[in-house]
Every structure is written in C-alpha cells, then in structure tokens.
T-cell receptor, first 110, second 115 residues
Framework: DQQVKQNSPSLSVQEGRISILNCDYT??????FLWYKKYPAEGPTFLIS?????DKNEDGRFTVFLNKSAKHLSLHIVPSQPGDSAVYFC?????????FGAGTRLTVKP | GAGVSQTPSNKVTEKGKYVELRCDPI?????LYWYRQSLGQGPEFLIY????????DSGLPNDRFFAVRPEGSVSTLKIQRTERGDSAVYLC?????????????FGQGTRLTVV
C-alpha cells in the first residue's frame, strides 16, 4: 500500500541549475509533509517541511510546494550544488504515523 | 544524548536465531518510529509508539516481529526465527510528538544480515 510515491528514481542536473523533486500521496488525512536527505551509511536527515495549511515553505536554497487538491508536493533546490547529491525522501504524517516514498537519487554535476 | 542512537550498528545472525535491536531516542521525545529499509527502497513503516504504547503496529510484517517501549524512552525491536528476507537496515526515529510541526530525527540505523 504505497501511500506516498516518488515516481522518479533518479534525477541529474548541472551545478547552478534548479533541481525539482516530486512526490504524490493518496491519503487525505496526511497533514504534515517533510523532505529528508540521505547519504550512504547514514540515517535520513531532515531537510524541510510544510504544514497542510500552507502551500509554500522556503528555507534558503530549498523550497517546498504543496498542492493539496492534487495531493502533490515538490522540492525545489536552487541553485543546485554538487554537495546536494544524495537520495531525497518525501514523507507524510498524520496523527499516527509517518510514511515515506521510495526516494529520488539526485546527482548534481559540476 | 544529542541524537537518536541505535545499537548495534551492524548485526550478522544465522537464520532461525533471535535478535534484538535497540533505539535510544532523543530525550523528551514522546513519539518513536521503527522503519525497515531495503536496498533501493524508501523506509518501510513498521511501528509507531506514542509514549509507552504502540499507537500503530500495522507495518509489522508478521508475528515474528515485536517491539516494546516499556518506559516511554528506549525501544527494542525483537525479531524471532530470523529469515534471510529480514536482512535490511532497520531505522529508528523520534519526534517531540506526533503532531504537525514536529520533524522526526533518525538514528544511523542497524544493518541486519541474516545468513
């Protein structure tokens, strides 16, 4: 039961350009959404989040957009840097648990 | 401690054996989550604790898996009669509570290998 989906397993962008990572969810009870970044052999690290009452949250180079009607969120990274290369997971929370997508591997080329 | 701590970091066990994986959450965090991650996959939800009680254990794959959090802090994930398919990285996360505005922080994971 995939309640959170990341349909692009990988994304490659040039340094300085924008990276856009997408995520879709099916459960309308989710009310908080998060993006995590993961390097090999480490646990996921929290990056940015957004409440369901907002449609945009910005933190430096990272912006998360939420479209509730489409049950879609995206993470924009601009400008992308080689150090951003990692696996990015989208997560969605309701009262009881937090579900993750399968991840998107971002590669930023110098 | 400063972050979520999981022990051991690596565990190799023989098929059929019993294993325990430990998670020390961030002090004061009432919500605790266990996930399992296989290669190329996202974290798969196993169980969520709010305080001492398992608020949602719908992700536990079968009755060989069990988790406890007796004092509302440290949690132990227990796997009986391990099978090769149980091999994965087991991740633990904690958050201040389960509501909005509270991100969860992860430990580094325990890599379980069943041979």
């Amino acid at each position: 039961d995939q309640q959170v989906k990341q349909n692009s397993p990988s994304l490659s962008v040039q340094e300085g350009r924008i990276s856009i990572l997408n995520c879709d969810y099916t459960n309308s009870m989710f009310d908080y959404f998060l993006w995590y970044k993961k390097y090999p052999a480490e646990g996921p690290t929290f990056l940015i989040s957004i409440s369901s009452i907002k449609d945009k949250n910005e933190d430096g180079r990272f912006t998360v957009f939420l479209n509730k009607s489409a049950k879609h969120l995206s993470l924009h990274i601009v400008p992308s840097q080689p150090g951003d290369s990692a696996v990015y997971f989208c997560a969605a929370k309701d009262r009881n648990d937090m579900r993750f997508g399968a991840g998107t591997r971002l590669t930023v080329k110098p | 401690g400063a972050g979520v701590s999981q022990t051991p970091s690596n565990k190799v066990t023989e098929k059929g054996k019993y294993v325990e994986l430990r998670c020390d959450p961030i002090s004061g965090h009432t919500a605790l989550y266990w996930y399992r991650q296989s290669l190329g996959q996202g974290p798969e939800f196993l169980i969520y604790f709010q305080g001492t009680g398992a608020a949602d254990d719908s992700g536990l794959p079968n009755d060989r898996f069990f988790a406890v959090r007796p004092e509302g802090s440290v949690s132990t994930l227990k796997i009986q009669r391990t099978e090769r398919g149980d091999s994965a990285v087991y991740l633990c996360a904690s958050s201040l509570n389960a509501g909005q505005g509270t991100e969860a922080f992860f430990g580094q994971g325990t890599r379980l290998t069943v041979v």
